[in-house]
């Protein structure tokens, strides 16, 4: 092989490996990515969205950081409350990470230091709060624990965005004694709707029966009323028929005939009653002067005195 030729074969390898260490070292860094980049060791950069090149043996990645929120879901932790109740809590932490070269270089494990942080919080809150408090509070303890872990985590370039606590266990004796006690509260709030129930129909039946007695009152009122009315319209009416009959008769001007006609007709009529005397006036042509008198005898049963 001559010369030429190996100096051709070795700048070709040469070249060749350069363009392999070019190629290694070219990085793409997407949307959600961040790069922590050394370079001799030391803090150098951090790369965003893009294409960057790593510059070989010197500059090295040391951390790819994710920008999306995250959820760690933490196992129970045992806690004591207040009252000396021992009960398991587990916490689900949403964090996001704002400054990798914080989160980088802030703290060794990160994800351990956070939960370590929440048991501790956790037991801390907790060993203020009764149980009865703890079981009903946990918007109080959620909001305690973002705060605090919010605090502790702003110089590990970590924001907390949101505790929750996912269950409650107390221990089983004091579950059933809640349970037990629930279902007392249960049968005490049906008994006391149904004494409701049957008091508010009772009431509801004895409205009704004083409300049917005042209608039943105020239709007798009416109708009483109503028969006043009608009595009073009927005499009314017969006066006023016994008037026209006066005034028709005042207006037909009968003479004497007529008159002892009328005369005989009242005393038929008198004949036929229980009058136990009828005077007969001596002049028959007197006998219209003195139907009237011979009537009210008759009404009154007793015996005029004879003129």
Known sequence: MEPGQVVLIVLVVVLGVLALLVISGVR????????????????????????????????????????????????????ITKDNVTMQIDTIVFYQVTD??????????????????SATTLRNILGDLELDTSLTSRDIINTKMRHILDDATDKWGIKVNR????????????????????????????????????????????????????????ADKQQVILNAEAQAESIRQLKEAEA????????????????????????????????TKIVV??????LAGTVTALTEVVQSGKEPTKK
Do not use: C
């Open 163 to 218: 505790v929750e606590v996912k269950n409650i266990m107390p221990p089983k004796d004091i579950r059933d004694s809640m349970e037990k006690q629930m279902r007392a509260e249960r049968e005490r709030r049906q008994t006391i709707l149904i004494a409701e129930g049957e008091k508010r129909a009772k009431i509801l039946e004895a409205e009704g029966i004083n409300e049917s007695i005042i209608l039943k009152a105020q």
């Open 28 to 79: 793409i860094v997407t949307q959600t990515k961040k790069y922590v980049v050394e370079r001799l060791g030391a803090y150098h950069t951090t790369w965003g969205v893009g294409i960057h090149w790593l510059f070989p043996f010197v500059d090295r990645v040391v951390s790819v950081v994710s920008l999306k929120e995250q959820v760690k879901d933490f196992d129970p932790q045992a806690v």
């Open 100 to 117: 990798p070269k914080l989160y980088a270089y802030g703290v060794e494990n990160p994800i351990l230091a956070i939960e370590a942080l």
């Open 244 to 275: 026209l009959g006066i005034k028709l008769i005042k207006e037909a001007a009968p003479d004497a005939a007529v008159l002892q006609i009328k005369a005989y007709e009242a005393l038929a009529k008198l004949a036929e009653g229980q009058a």
């Open 281 to 286: 006036p001596s002049n028959l042509a007197d």
